[in-house]
């Protein structure tokens, strides 16, 4: 069974930048790796995926231009840097991955395993 771990949440000031990482137990080039976040009383939301086999990226709107998805297959992690955090950006960030690419890259169903998630806190 695969297993995901996150890493790198924290606290920050609003314009600040954090990055996260998730390694993963096992890796393949036919999946996708996204990273969600939730917001206390919230809906999880699909933050960004990253295709594992070519490498195509997809964004939510509110981060587009200010986040960044990347892979490492040689070291199994899945980064999200994020820069000029706002205070809407605050909740618990889950790296979830899929052996498939079939689906919506932002619906949690399509993505049967999931790390443990870290914190991320943006104050004003």
């Known amino acids: 069974q695969v297993e995901l771990v996150e890493s790198g949440g924290g606290s920050v000031t609003a314009g600040g930048s954090l990055r996260l990482s998730c390694a993963a137990s096992?890796?393949?080039?036919?999946?996708?790796v996204a990273w969600f976040r939730q917001a206390p009383g919230k809906e999880r939301e699909g933050v960004a995926a990253?295709?594992?086999?070519?490498?195509?990226?997809a964004y939510t709107t509110s981060v587009k231009g200010r986040f960044t998805i990347s892979q490492d297959n040689a070291k199994k992690t899945v980064d999200l840097q994020m820069n000029n955090l706002q205070p809407e950006d605050t909740g618990m960030y889950y790296c979830?991955?899929?052996?498939?690419?079939?689906?919506?890259?932002?619906?949690?169903?399509?993505?049967?395993?999931w790390g443990q998630g870290t914190q991320v806190t943006v104050s004003s």
């Open positions: 990253i295709n594992t086999d070519h490498g195509g990226t």
């Open positions: 096992a890796y393949t080039r036919n999946g996708r």
């Open positions: 979830a991955a899929s052996w498939s690419a079939y689906g919506m890259w932002n619906s949690p169903r399509n993505f049967p395993t």
